[in-house]
């Protein structure tokens, strides 16, 4: 089973505070994801990152940045964390299987989510 | 641009009972189609997904999914729901020119299962 490992199921910051959320999947995926999740809002993609030492910004990427060193492990980086970056944070990866008959083709592994409080 | 409506933020129902979640989308081009399911304190999990060929879908837990283009919808049904069913329900839709699988997600449907 793919198994995605978030660093910290909860977390409180203080504002302004430089914050690590850090994801590591053990099944060799090369592509990784991180989503915020707001209540009605569903999940918004903040970054994501094809391969090593290479990233995409997604839809919300201001205030958020990322780190892809190793293949296994996508860090996400609040430079000075604000009020309003209190949420649920997830972590998602997948493997870019092209072959659309392939059982696998598209899906994406959760991490089960570190909760984001700042004060 | 894609994007993806989930027309219930809130679906009440009693044990036993059928259910439909819907689910419309947005998009020029054609697409790919998924359902996840994120149970309380949990990441989510794949409960089905439409790629091509039959239209109905069956997925775990004895969900199902009906993809119909013309209305443009995926709406999830479950003939008989139990207390366990209770969870938060996200529609979501990939270009399948999209490399990497980006996918858009819609606002989340939570289901109440009430004995």
């Known amino acids: 089973d793919v198994k995605v490992t978030q660093s910290s199921r909860y977390l409180v910051k203080r504002t302004g505070e430089k914050v690590f959320l850090e994801c590591v999947q053990d099944?060799?995926?090369?592509?990784m994801f991180w989503y915020r999740q707001d209540p009605g809002l569903g999940l918004r993609l903040i970054y994501f990152s094809y391969d090593v030492k290479m990233k995409e910004k997604g839809d919300i990427p201001e205030g958020y940045s990322v780190s892809r060193e190793k293949k296994e492990r996508f860090s996400l980086i609040l430079e000075s964390a604000s009020t309003n970056q209190t949420s649920m944070y997830l972590c998602?990866?997948?493997?870019?299987?092209?072959?659309?008959?392939?059982?696998?083709?598209?899906?994406?592994?959760f991490g089960p989510g570190t909760r984001l409080t700042v004060l | 641009a894609q994007s993806v409506t989930q027309l219930d933020s809130q679906v009440p129902v009693f044990e036993e009972a059928p259910v439909e979640l819907r689910c419309n989308y947005s998009s020029s081009v054609s697409v790919y189609l998924f359902w996840y399911v994120q149970y309380p304190n949990q990441g989510l999990q794949l409960l089905l997904k439409y790629l091509s060929g039959s239209t109905l879908v069956k997925g775990i837990n004895g969900f199902e999914a009906e993809f119909n283009k013309s209305q443009t919808s995926f709406h999830l049904r479950k003939p008989s729901v139990h207390i366990s069913d209770t969870a938060e329900y996200f529609c979501?839709?990939?270009?399948?020119?999209?490399?990497?699988?980006?996918?858009?997600f819609g606002q989340g449907t939570e289901l109440s299962v009430k004995p």
């Open positions: 979501a839709v990939s270009d399948p020119y999209n490399q990497g699988g980006k996918l858009i």
């Open positions: 998602a990866s997948a493997d870019p299987v092209r072959q659309v008959w392939d059982s696998s083709y598209n899906e994406q592994f």
């Open positions: 099944m060799d995926h090369e592509n």
